[in-house]
């Protein structure tokens, strides 16, 4: 719940008069409007969320697949490596470079804590 109200906060001046749509795959935050029993900040909460004319609606994880696709992304990254020209002349670079090759050593050894 968190996360969806620090976001209404950031585009508030967008969303202020306009409808829209929050999809969650949170049930709790699918219920949150219907609880009886509120702590003080969900309160605050509910007073912010009523300033917005919105929808919520529960999509489950398996269903919601874009936003799956999404989070994989950065698993995607990890995975695929990066090559061009410029990289390889910084490698070469590095490799002639007396400070760099002490460096590296000294990572390789676990002897710094610089990097």
């Known amino acids: 719940m968190s996360a969806i109200i620090h976001y209404l906060r950031v585009w508030r001046h967008y969303l202020l008069g306009s409808k829209f749509l929050i999809m969650t795959?949170?049930?709790?935050?699918?219920?949150?409007?219907?609880?009886?029993?509120?702590?003080?900040?969900?309160?605050?909460?509910?007073d912010f969320l009523a300033e917005f004319d919105y929808v919520k609606q529960y999509k489950s994880g398996k269903a919601n697949v874009v936003a799956d696709a999404l989070s994989r992304k950065a698993e995607f990254a990890a995975t695929s490596q990066?090559?061009?020209?410029?990289?390889?002349?910084?490698?070469?670079?590095l490799q002639q470079e007396p400070f760099s090759q002490s460096s590296i050593a000294l990572v390789n050894e676990g002897k710094t804590r610089r990097f």
Do not use: H, M, R
Request: charged share 25%; proline share 6%; no cysteine.
């Open 25 to 46: 795959d949170n049930v709790a935050t699918s219920y949150f409007q219907t609880q009886k029993k509120l702590n003080p900040k969900q309160a605050q909460w509910q």
């Open 82 to 93: 990066v090559t061009s020209p410029q990289l390889e002349k910084i490698k070469e670079g």
